[in-house]
């Protein structure tokens, strides 16, 4: 099989590999992924360093033509490229083509970007002189990305970095390489110079490691739990250097009295299950109010009923496998906790075969769970979710709030007064209203509060604060 090699400083290298497998389908070898060392992170770092002073004085109409070129190429190549990702994270193939096609939106707004560069000049306080104030990239930014959105999130991370002038150092989560290849490899022929973009496949505990122990990064943007999220913090506080974090949730999704029940179920069933609950913005925790409890818990259960859990790439799947065997042991152990803590399992729990080898678990709906419980207050990162009854909004939101995370939170309402309200009250980052708390837009901030995320918004013209360093020029003609 060939080896899909890594890029550094504008070369193809690395002979170490693993297979990459599907959670489909683990009979199913995606391919075999390079596996850097420590001494290839440290090269590409170099490599990104020399490429640095170039690229940040790069013309605009460069950094356009390349974003748009890749942005045209991923686009024309979906199907393809949902394809693999499908198969190699167990996404569902519609799901999985929404994402790509979402990669090719972000390369294309950023191409724009490129060509919206601004500054401001002001008046000094002093007369006659001039205050000029632009942004400046900030050098080598290191990527680490996880690996439930393989091509998104990289591509979220890519994109603004290149606009802006930085070089990058890109390590993909060891579980998803394939998407982040053929990104690297799209970029690439699309006319990048040797260094300006390295592509380090690894483990974490070594590539990770190697870039958080690097004096030479100027930046580390960083999505994945919040263990991890803490040592990029505590590394890059040691080297000086800039962090953008964006780890957990434990999103609420509230759905009171006044509720359209289909409205509601739709999109409680999407925010927890869809993407196989999978996602950073998935809502786990359902507080709904006693008037439509009931009915609400009904309409879900026979939802849940309805959706087929199978193969990835099969049509009429809706809900993928689980990324791994870690992954769903985490899971399944999450299940016990909450069997054991004395919330009632409604529908679901188990795991389950089918005709390809794989990680496949049924939708699981807990009701009359309490917030206090496990299951209610940590990151369970499966298609896992409890019922919280509660008697009015207020308590509703008080206890939607009552969480260490804050990305992202949904209510379901017919009414105008409490979708205001909560839209102003409630503590996320993100905030919906009759619709998933999960999906978001390309081109407007991402990011959450609390222990959810840390550092500047990702995504749309706000990925400038990240990105650049902005300096303040005094001219006295
Ligand atoms: N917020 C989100 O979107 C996500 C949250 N999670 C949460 O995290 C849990 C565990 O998932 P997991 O994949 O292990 O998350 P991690 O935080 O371990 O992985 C995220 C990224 O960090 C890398 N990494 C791991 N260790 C280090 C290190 N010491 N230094 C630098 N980089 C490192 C990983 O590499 P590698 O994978 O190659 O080891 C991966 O690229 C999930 O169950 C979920 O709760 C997970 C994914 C996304
Ligand atoms: O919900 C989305 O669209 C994005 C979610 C995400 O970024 C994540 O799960 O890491």
């Not at 002189?129 to 091509?151: A, K, S, Y």
């Not at 925010?271 to 006693?290: D, K, M, P, Y």
């Not at 042991?329 to 188990?350: N, P, R, V």
């Not at 990680?359 to 369970?380: H, K, V, W």
């Amino acid at each position: 099989m060939t080896i899909y090699q890594n890029l550094i400083a504008g070369e193809w290298v690395g002979t170490d590999a693993s297979e990459n497998i599907s959670p489909s389908d683990t009979k199913d070898v995606v391919g075999l992924y390079a596996r850097g060392s420590a001494e290839d992170t440290k090269t590409a770092i170099a490599a990104a360093k020399a490429a640095f002073p170039a690229w940040s004085r790069s013309g605009i109409l460069e950094r356009h033509a390349i974003l748009k070129k890749t942005a045209d190429e991923i686009l024309a190549r979906k199907e393809e490229l949902g394809k693999l990702l499908a198969r190699e994270e167990g996404k569902i193939l519609p799901e999985a083509i929404g994402e790509v096609t979402r990669a090719a939106q972000i390369f294309d707004f950023f191409a724009g970007e490129a060509l919206r560069l601004t500054g401001e000049i002001v008046p000094s306080a002093r007369p006659g002189i001039t205050v000029e104030i632009t942004r400046e990239p900030l050098g080598v930014i290191g990527i680490i990305t996880p690996w439930n959105f393989p091509i998104a999130i990289p591509a979220w991370k890519i994109a603004p970095a290149l606009c802006y002038g930085n070089t990058v150092v890109f390590k993909p989560a060891e579980l998803v390489p394939g998407c982040a290849w053929a990104i690297v490899d799209i970029l690439h022929r699309a006319g990048l110079p040797k260094g300006v973009l390295n592509l380090v496949m690894g483990s974490g505990s070594v590539v990770g490691q190697a870039m958080l122990d690097s004096r030479d990064l100027g930046g580390i943007t960083f999505t994945g739990s919040t263990g991890t999220g803490k040592r990029v913090a505590l590394a890059s506080i040691e080297h000086n250097r800039k962090f953008q974090l964006e780890m957990g949730g434990k999103n609420p999704m509230v759905v009171l009295d006044d509720a359209d029940l289909n409205v509601a179920v739709e999109a409680a069933a999407n925010s927890g299950f869809f993407s196989t609950g999978q996602r950073c913005t998935a809502s786990s925790r359902l507080i709904v109010t006693e008037g439509i409890h009931d009915r609400f818990v009904a309409a879900m259960t026979d939802k849940l009923k309805s959706l087929t859990v199978d193969n990835a790439l099969k049509a009429g799947t809706h809900i993928g496998p689980v990324v791994d065997e870690r992954q769903l042991k985490q899971d399944t152990d999450y299940i016990e906790i909450g069997k054991s803590e004395g919330a009632k399992l409604a529908f679901g729990g188990e795991v389950v075969s089918r005709d390809t080898p794989g990680f496949y678990l049924q939708p699981t709906l807990f009701t009359e769970a309490t917030n206090q419980m496990r299951i209610s207050q940590e990151e369970i990162f499966g298609p896992v979710v409890s019922v919280i009854r509660v008697k009015d909004y207020d308590e509703a939101l008080a206890v939607a709030n009552d969480t260490p995370f804050g990305l992202s939170a949904g209510i379901a309402t017919t009414s105008l007064k409490h979708a205001t309200h909560f839209k102003r009250n409630s503590e996320a980052g993100m905030v919906m209203v009759n619709l998933p708390t999960a999906g978001v837009d390309f081109h407007v901030p991402f990011g959450g509060r609390k222990a959810s995320s840390f550092g500047s918004r990702e995504q749309g013209k706000y990925a400038a604060e990240f990105f650049t360093v902005v300096k303040t020029a005094y001219t006295l003609p």
